[in-house]
């Protein structure tokens, strides 16, 4: 599926990434952890195409996508949600979900001008699709109409999960999906993350502080620290880490 | 709470004119539109004339600015490579083309050109957002005009002296006056907002929002930027080069000048007092842009009588106008006049129920 | 070869103008990250204070004839022993206008200083912390309540106004050519290098200059670390307001006053896009980099092709450098 080799990455002398390498396993849920400035959001940077590593290669479904632009990896089917929701604010909670479905469109600018005819029944056939496999299924219909800067916190972090699930992805990168939740709303995201799973049998990779979420949800876990990967493997292991206990709680104790 | 939303189609939901009292106000609007030719005294027809082309170009303007978020100073220059272009193609293909052709290919020529002519302006939103892009825009204008009045291609603009323009002929239909010419400006300027409106029900229209609203947010959702950002430049330019075939056809004669920054500015301008990024913000926009400097020249005309000394001053007073205008809404009602209509139309539909 | 020196010198007098009038310009810039795409206006109304107090004043019925002209006995004792056309003769009329050029220059910068913290308080301020768009486009509207103002205040016909320094003329030979200057035209040079270094320095080294760079690295930390940042700005106002006003002084001696003053806004607006935005060395070597080419262009093709250089220059430049000669690149945080 998705598998990192190498990845080194540098801001001027400041090395964010060195040799980061891992494997996604299709179907399961991968969780990146690591403490403040490990390089975690570089890293997803890196796998969705806004910076260009310095070494290394990301290769999804054995082609190697280390050069493509982002538009270009999203049409292969990557999609992701940001650490700062980056949801469309000028706009309705339907239409940031439309926008998910963007690269699964035909319409080409001739055929919007006119809007009758093929370009209407293509978006009466998506909203029918969204209601159901987004909107219903994230419980998220009595906000629908409801502009993006009226939702609480929690609301939105579900949209930009409807927006990302509306791309119909087969890797689903989140980028810390439950911080400054309280434990119902974490809850709910854990929830809704296991449903993405089955239902849609996706492969999901995520960022996440959240220890308990991460040792509950994810079947791998890859631990970073100052760029660097100090241990991967499955929870278990790598809650007894030496190097992951002395990373977080210090050489000391 | 909304009253009277009753939807048991996605079909229905989906509709822009969603209520009676939005349906009443279009029908009514186009109605209007067909009283002016018929009724309407020579002045009434020549300022709806001028609403219309504007209308044309504005809404070309508020699809990069006011939906893509890209600035642009320069799209008078669209309008410009658009009357050119009619007046030379009619020039070049008078004797191949018959008479009663010439405008049909004329219009959708100087559409194309525009577009074109937009792609290679839009090149540098490629690169660079906001600023840069104002100012590449804005040296675009400068060279488009100095091109136009430049010696070397006198022969077939005109140079500094204009250049006489042709009369449209639709198959034999020649709209040889400002009555006839009514009826072809004011189909394509309604055909235009609606073309503009259904782009923003697509993917398309969409896509352009979400650039406007956070690029790397649209890009990874696999809208590419080069595409698109270029795509709402040809766009635009292409409004711009129909508003400027119309503007061809309108004037006997066309001038550089009539093309140089203070067009842009007012194209800018309309789409501020409008209301950015809503189709009906263009309309009200062009309303408020064209009339304004009427009002004070008829208010002028009570006052002075034809006095030499007041007429003086009446052009610097359209001018302050017109920027306190921009500054005005900028400070006190962003989003235009769309903003305040809207509210209107939303208390009338629910009303008696609830306000605001 | 002669010609060439000749138009190249030309080139940079002209660049040092342009990057005074471009000095204005950054530091709003760095300050408030608005362009003032109204400038050009703003230099226009510079040049019109110039000739208000420089003109217009001193032949008021209640302004003292040395005012006018001043011309004291030893002056004219003096001017009677000189032949025609010497420097020292012109130095001596130069004199004699002084009065009248330093209460023009004075009141050009008091007015202008005025019409800048006009600007900034009542209509630049109520938008702070909104988008910079809004107040980008705010300017673009003052580029008519200006040029609309500026033709009701001033509605005589511009007249002829004195020069900053002695205008004599000046010739030497530089690698074998002859070239040919004006003493005014150098000293407007001088003025406007002086400034601009001066500019420099005060952003380099004072403390109101770290405050604007603070200010520009970033607003609310600037604010939450005690920089008073609506201050800077109208610093930064004042500051493009009164670098503007010596400009459209220089501006009006040179090219005569008129509306289209505000026009040359526009080509330093190029000009700064070309340096780069927040770089002053940048913007230095595209001004003078821009009045070289003007000048050769106007030799080789003739005036009105001079016209567009900074325009074609400046869309060069940017598809190949999209953040100017040394501008620096915004990292976005995603």
Redesign the interface.
């Given at each position: 599926m998705l598998s990192v080799q190498d990845l080194s990455l540098s801001?001027g002398g400041i090395k964010a990434l060195q040799g980061v390498s891992f494997t996604a396993t299709p179907g399961e849920i991968t969780a990146i952890i690591g403490p403040n400035g490990a390089g975690k959001?570089s890293l997803f940077?890196a796998i969705?195409?806004?910076y260009r590593p310095d070494r290394g290669k990301v290769i999804f479904d054995g082609q190697d996508i280390t050069s493509l632009?982002?538009?270009?990896r999203?049409?292969l089917g990557i999609?992701?949600t940001?650490q700062n929701i980056?949801?469309?604010?000028?706009?309705s909670v339907l239409?940031n979900i439309?926008?998910?479905?963007?690269?699964r469109?035909n319409?080409?600018?001739f055929?919007?001008?006119?809007?009758?005819g093929a370009?209407q029944s293509?978006?009466?056939a998506l909203?029918?699709d969204l209601?159901a496999r987004v909107i219903e299924f994230l419980e998220i219909d009595h906000i629908r109409k409801a502009p993006i800067t009226a939702l609480p916190y929690g609301l939105q972090k579900r949209v930009e999960l409807g927006?990302a699930l509306a791309?119909q992805p087969r890797l689903l990168m989140l980028d810390e999906p439950v911080a400054g939740m309280n434990r119902e709303e974490t809850e709910d995201m854990a929830r809704f993350i296991l449903d993405v799973q089955e239902e849609f049998g996706t492969t999901i990779l995520l960022v996440e502080h959240d220890m308990h979420l991460v040792m509950d949800i994810c079947a791998h876990v890859v631990v970073l620290n100052f760029g660097e990967q100090i241990a991967s493997g499955p929870p278990e292991e790598v809650r007894r880490n030496d190097a992951v206990i002395e990373a977080y709680l210090g050489a000391a104790a | 709470m909304i009253t009277g939303n009753l939807k048991t189609s996605y079909r229905a939901d989906e509709q822009v004119l969603n209520n009676r009292w939005k349906r009443g106000f279009v029908l009514a609007a186009i109605a209007g539109l067909a009283a002016i030719p018929l009724f309407g005294n020579n002045y009434i027809v020549l300022i709806a004339c001028q609403m219309g082309i504007m209308l044309i170009a504005v809404t070309g303007v508020n699809v990069v600015i006011g939906y893509t978020g890209l600035m642009s100073l320069g799209h008078a220059a669209f309008v410009a490579i658009g009357a050119y272009a009619t007046v030379i193609f009619h020039n070049a293909a008078g004797g191949v083309i018959p008479e009663s052709l010439l405008t049909l290919v004329a219009i959708p020529f100087a559409v194309v050109v525009s577009a074109l002519a937009g792609i290679i302006v839009g090149l540098p939103s490629l690169r660079v957002k906001g600023l840069y892009l104002a100012v590449a825009t804005l040296s675009a204008n400068f060279i488009v005009i100095f091109l136009i009045e430049e010696q070397l291609f006198a022969p077939w603009t005109g140079g500094m002296n204009g250049i006489n323009t042709p009369t449209a002929n639709l198959l034999g239909w020649e709209l040889s006056t400002r009555r006839e010419l009514f009826w072809l400006i004011a189909v394509l300027a309604v055909l235009a907002l609606l073309a503009a409106q259904n782009l923003f029900r697509t993917r398309v229209g969409r896509a352009f929002i979400a650039i406007r609203d956070r690029d790397y947010s649209a890009e990874i959702l696999g809208i590419s930027l080069y595409r698109y950002k270029l795509m709402s430049f040809a766009i635009s330019a292409a409004y711009c080069g129909l508003a400027g075939a119309l503007f061809a056809y309108f004037y006997a004669r066309i001038l550089p000048e009539q093309f140089d920054l203070h067009l842009s500015l007012m194209l800018v301008a309309a789409i501020i007092v409008g209301g950015m990024g809503r189709t009906m913000g263009a309309v009200y926009g062009v309303i408020i842009i064209v009339m304004v400097p009427e009002v004070i020249k008829v208010v002028f005309g009570a006052l002075a009588g034809g006095g030499a000394e007041l007429a003086m001053i009446r052009a610097p007073i359209q001018e302050i106008a017109f920027g306190a205008l921009i500054v005005g809404f900028l400070l006190f009602e962003p989003f235009g006049i769309n903003q305040i209509i809207d509210r209107a139309l939303r208390a009338l539909n629910r009303w008696p129920f609830a306000r605001g | 070869m002669g010609q060439f020196l000749q138009f190249t010198i030309n080139g940079l007098m002209s660049g040092a103008i342009y990057a005074l009038i471009a000095v204005g310009l950054v530091s709003v810039f760095k300050a408030t990250r608005v362009v003032n795409f109204a400038h050009g206006y703003l230099i226009m109304f510079g040049a019109y204070f110039y000739f208000t107090f420089a003109v217009l004043v001193p032949q008021m019925p209640f302004a003292p004839e040395w005012l006018q002209s001043w011309r004291p006995e030893w002056m004219l004792a003096m001017r009677a022993d000189l032949p025609m056309f010497s420097p020292m003769a012109a130095v001596l009329d130069w004199m004699a206008n002084l009065p009248r050029i330093l209460l023009g220059l004075a009141g050009a910068l008091v007015c202008n200083a005025l019409l800048g913290l006009l600007i900034e308080r009542a209509l630049m301020r109520p938008l702070m912390g909104q988008s910079v768009f809004a107040m980008i486009m705010l300017t673009v509207g003052l580029i008519s309540i200006l040029s609309g103002a500026a033709q009701l205040i001033w509605t005589s016909d511009a007249e002829f106004v004195p020069a900053l320094a002695p205008n004599t003329p000046i010739r030497f030979e530089m690698f074998g050519a002859n070239i040919f200057l004006f003493g005014a035209d150098l000293a407007n040079m001088a003025i406007a290098l002086l400034i601009f270094l001066g500019i420099v320095a005060m952003v380099r080294y004072t403390k109101s200059g770290v405050a604007i760079r603070a200010t520009a690295e970033d607003q609310s930390t600037a604010y939450s670390m005690g920089i008073s940042v609506p201050t800077v700005f109208s610093r930064a106002w004042v500051l493009a307001s009164t670098t503007g006003a010596i400009a459209g002084a220089i501006l009006a001696t040179r090219n005569g006053i008129s509306p289209a003053l505000g026009l040359f806004g526009f080509s330093v607006l190029a000009i700064v896009l070309m340096g780069g935005l927040d770089s002053y060395l940048g913007v230095f070597i595209a001004a003078m980099a821009v009045g070289v080419l003007e000048a050769l262009t106007q030799w080789k093709l003739g005036g009105e092709w001079a016209g567009i250089v900074p325009y074609v220059a400046v869309l060069i430049v940017i598809l190949i450098r999209p953040h100017g000669l040394l501008g620096s690149k915004e990292i976005e945080r995603i």
């Open positions: 801001f959001t940077n969705s195409g806004f632009r982002p538009d270009k999203a049409a999609a992701r940001f980056a949801l469309f604010r000028g706009m239409d439309k926008l998910g479905a963007h690269t469109l319409t080409g600018v055929g919007a001008l006119r809007y009758f370009a293509e978006e009466l909203r029918a209601e927006r791309m | - | -």
